[in-house]
């Protein structure tokens, strides 16, 4: 759409718009190649970031919101992951479930997820249903009905969620206790479906608050996708949004983790056939440029079979099955964090010694061009799979927008690594893979289960 | 090397079938430059020798970390490098390799695809570390709850038929495999006759054909083998399989029968009745344990498809206390599902769900080339994928209720549940009305 298309489409919604439904164009922002994201932004603050994407005859609709697990506080975990859950339930004028109901016949397929810095809730849906699903999702986030029964049903289903994520299950039980081994004072320290204790502990009036504090279009950014024109699309928000007024917002209230002061070591035992070893190393946040060269460390270390780790702990010396690492792609500095899975009667001690030489070696000597090109190679790819549908690139986008404030960072990311140096990468590692500076947790099989 | 009720023959009638090599699916699209890529096999792993199930799936992997003589690193390297990825993919009733890649390393990946098919090396030593990794992620994945009770049930359902063979193998299994094995199911799997040929995506359309025809030419002519096992047999009144796994808190529980498949002429209907019952987020499954009672984060049902009648199945994790409860519940919404059937108000919710939500089946190039192999490889009625909307829409309410009391056989059941069976096995049996037989097996049982 050319500028003065713009001007003149803005000039006829706003001279008819809803009380806060006067919308501005920000920005018009490159996103790979040919195509432009446009940024908007109603009166009550709401934003909108809109992708034409005429390829299918669908629309991908995300409301991102800028409230995750960091913004609960000790004794009330969870908070935002439980509420996400009861998002589905009642709003004023629908019956419980009948909001699910609707979207189903509209032929979507809806879903939501919360982690530390976001919550976000997505529909796909055909062409000819926009109308519908934002005029739904403008009334859940603006009258949400709050019940017992359905908060001690809802507070069910996600301990039900956390014994499948996390009590029964290995990996997840020791990323948890990893992490708040590694923290002390951040919010990270807790995990995003909240302790169990705090789960059971929720009250209407604990959701209610948190609703009315966080759940507003200033605190909201909308990122639709597919095949919708922007003259409808506007409109179409407007109407849906535009009497739902702006709240105020708390000042966030965050100390930083200080520093760690030598190694952490924690020894646990679980229901599994063979010893495991994790290790959190403090990394970067995602905004940081180094986060990059960390992300491309990781992948020479572990990222598919021919990275380093993989070819000396599994072919090698067949001493692990499985492994991975990565950073958090958080908003504060988080983890850099390696899994290691050992093969019957093997130590986790062994894989650490392995894993501590492949380490000292990234600090000790530059990581080759070809294996840069390889890491680059498979980030491109990875970024581009998200991608294909509509969906993928909503997700790639809220995403970044949310934690980043930049919703093209994957691109700009991309670039970057073409300018990666060998000299880049030597540095990163010894600023970040220090020794006195990481956790340990080390898993050994209980006796009855051991291979 | 012989399996069951296989038929075999020297083909004399041309391969003119889409997929084949002279028709392969191209389905282009440059919105993004990436290229999809998949080459199959009509035949899986019911090809596997008795005894040695899993032989298939450890053919694909060794040939793609073989081709051309490399090495496994220079292969894993190769890939990389290009910016491709390229896994092997094994069923009962089809093996191949799926992939993608950077549109700009397109010619690159074919070659790598080449030569992983139709020049693997099959050395000893790459052979024994292959069948190591394989056993050892047999042991990795005893930490997959949902994993081992789907793993004893369909072993159950399936009893002394082909079907229930794992395609992935077990411990013992995989050490009775021998390279020799592996060298004559190539020659078994990968003929001309056997191989479909998918390209998707920014793909350089004469490349994919010359491609496809260059595959062609290097394939051995071969002998196509039909693998027609006789249609599974209903199990016979209900019986429980309990796993037991120390300190479960919360449960696996798996309920079925035996389901459809795409030739029978109740699969729409019992699809569009499943919808109903436990496809989506509202549906009866859904709504009664997970949003009335909280007790499971996820219930479900499903009626995939196979050459032969597949399986019917239910699933649920509740928390250990409440699993005799959900199971209960759960065996009177299917007993009602079946008696009563649904309604006529289910019946249009359910069309409109699956007509408008179908969009996203074919919203990408890679998703309409997949279903075109499909189509291809499980031989499914002509213009299967592409009448999906008629068919649909075609469906009484008389015919899904009639679907489902000819196909769902809520007397005789497996049901599995995955728990610590001190704690809880008296109350599950109990929770089963007109329970037949029971048996519990260890969760590290091979």
């Known amino acids: ?451 | 090397m012989s399996t069951p009720n296989e038929e075999a023959g020297t083909v004399t009638r041309p391969i003119t079938e889409a997929g084949s090599a002279s028709q392969p699916i191209v389905e282009a699209d440059r919105a993004v430059p990436l290229v999809h890529v998949s080459i199959a096999s009509k035949v899986g792993s019911l090809l596997d020798p008795i005894g040695k199930e899993g032989a298939a799936r450890m053919l694909m992997r060794l040939m793609r970390r073989s081709g051309a003589g490399r090495s496994a690193e220079q292969a894993d390297e190769l890939v990389d490098r290009i910016g491709g990825h390229l896994g092997a993919e094994v069923t009962r009733s089809t093996a191949g390799f799926h992939g993608g890649v950077i549109a700009r390393s397109q010619a690159a990946f074919l070659d790598f695809t080449f030569e992983s098919l139709c020049q693997p090396r099959f050395a000893p030593g790459e052979f024994e570390q292959l069948r190591q990794e394989s056993l050892a992620e047999c042991t990795e994945r005893l930490d997959d709850d949902r994993a081992r009770a789907r793993h004893f049930w369909l072993r159950k359902l399936f009893s002394g038929h082909p079907y229930g063979r794992p395609s992935g193998g077990t411990p013992e299994s995989l050490r009775r495999v021998e390279l020799s094995d592996l060298e004559e199911l190539r020659e078994r799997l990968f003929t001309r006759q056997h191989m479909r040929f998918a390209f998707a995506g920014a793909v350089d359309e004469p490349m994919a054909r010359e491609a496809a025809a260059r595959f062609h030419e290097a394939l051995p002519v071969g002998r196509e083998v039909a693998v027609d096992p006789a249609d599974p047999v209903t199990p016979n009144g209900r019986t429980l399989v309990f796993v037991d796994k120390p300190e479960r808190t919360q449960t696996q529980i798996v309920i079925g029968c035996l389901g459809t498949h795409a030739h029978d002429e109740d699969h729409t209907a019992l699809h569009v009745g499943n919808t109903v019952f436990g496809g989506t987020f509202t549906s009866r499954l859904m709504q009664e344990v997970r949003a009335k009672r909280g007790w499971s984060y996820g219930t479900s049902s499903a009626v995939p498809f196979d050459r032969r009648r597949q399986a019917f199945s239910m699933w649920a994790f509740p928390q250990a206390s409440d699993a005799a409860p959900c199971l209960e519940l759960e065996l009177q919404l299917l007993e009602r599902w079946v008696k009563d059937g649904i309604t006529a108000r289910e019946l249009a919710a359910a069309k409109k769900y699956l007509t408008r939500s179908h969009a996203f089946a074919v919203d990408t190039a890679q998703k309409r080339a997949a279903l075109r192999l499909d189509e291809s490889i499980y031989a499914l009625p002509p213009g299967y994928q592409g009448s999906y909307l008629e068919r649909v829409a075609a469906v009484t309410l008389e015919q899904v209720n009639e679907a489902i009391r000819r196909r769902i056989t809520p007397e005789h059941l497996v049901i599995t549940v995955l728990g610590t069976h001190a704690e809880i096995g008296a109350r599950i049996e109990a929770a089963i009305p007109r329970l037949a037989s029971a048996e519990t097996v260890r969760f590290d049982a091979d």
């Open chain 1, 1 to 451: 759409m050319s500028e003065r298309s713009r001007t003149s489409l803005l000039e006829r919604l706003n001279a008819g718009a809803p009380r806060y439904g006067k919308v501005e164009h920000l920005e018009s922002i490159e996103f790979g190649q040919g195509a432009r994201i446009e940024r908007y932004r109603f009166e009550n603050g709401l934003e909108l970031l809109y992708l034409p994407d005429h390829s299918a005859p669908v629309l991908a609709y995300h409301t991102w919101f800028r409230v995750g697990s960091r913004h609960e506080r000790p004794g009330k975990t969870g908070l935002a992951h439980l509420f996400e859950h009861l998002m589905f339930n009642e709003v004023e004028g629908l019956p419980p479930g009948g909001f699910d109901r609707k979207m189903e016949a509209a032929g979507a397929d809806n879903n939501a997820s919360t982690w530390l810095d976001f919550t976000q809730y997505q529909e796909a849906f055909p062409k000819g249903q926009l109308a519908l699903v934002a005029g739904l999702e403008a009334r859940r986030m603006n009258t949400l009905v709050l019940q017992q029964p359905q908060l001690d049903s809802e507070k069910e289903v996600v301990m039900n969620e956390r014994r499948m994520r996390v009590e029964d299950d290995v990996e997840g039980a020791v990323d948890e206790l990893l992490w708040k081994t590694a923290f002390d004072v951040h919010p990270y320290r807790w995990p995003t479906i909240g302790w169990m204790s705090d789960i059971e502990g929720f009250t209407t009036g604990d959701c209610l608050d948190f609703y009315r504090t966080y759940y507003a279009p200033n605190n909201a950014c909308l990122v639709v996708v597919g095949d919708v024109t922007e003259s409808k699309l506007l409109t179409t928000i407007a109407g849906a949004y535009g009497e739902i007024p702006p709240s105020t917002l708390p000042i966030e209230d965050i100390h930083p983790e200080p520093r760690q002061q030598g190694e952490r070591r924690v020894e646990v035992e679980k229901p599994t056939p063979t010893e495991k070893l994790l290790i959190g190393y403090r990394g970067p946040a995602l905004g940081d440029p180094d986060h990059l060269l960390v992300s491309l460390l990781m992948e020479v270390l572990c990222g598919g079979r021919a990275s380093r780790l993989h070819k000396r702990l599994v072919r090698e010396l067949s001493l692990a099955s499985d492994l991975r690492a990565s950073v958090g792609p958080h908003r504060d500095p988080s983890l850099i964090d390696i899994f290691v899975s050992a093969r019957e009667g093997h130590r986790a001690e062994e894989l650490l010694a392995i894993v501590d030489e492949e380490l000292e070696r990234l600090v000790r000597e530059p990581v080759g061009r070809e294996e840069i090109e390889r890491a680059t190679a498979r980030a491109e790819l990875g970024l581009l799979s998200g991608l294909e549908t509509a969906d993928g690139k909503a997700s790639t986008i809220g995403f970044y927008e949310t934690v980043l404030r930049r919703p093209a960072a994957p691109f700009e990311r991309l670039r970057a690594m073409r300018w990666v140096e060998p000299g880049d990468l030597w540095r990163a590692a010894r600023r970040y893979l220090r020794s006195e500076e990481r956790t340990l947790v080390l898993v050994r099989p209980q006796a009855e289960v051991a291979a």
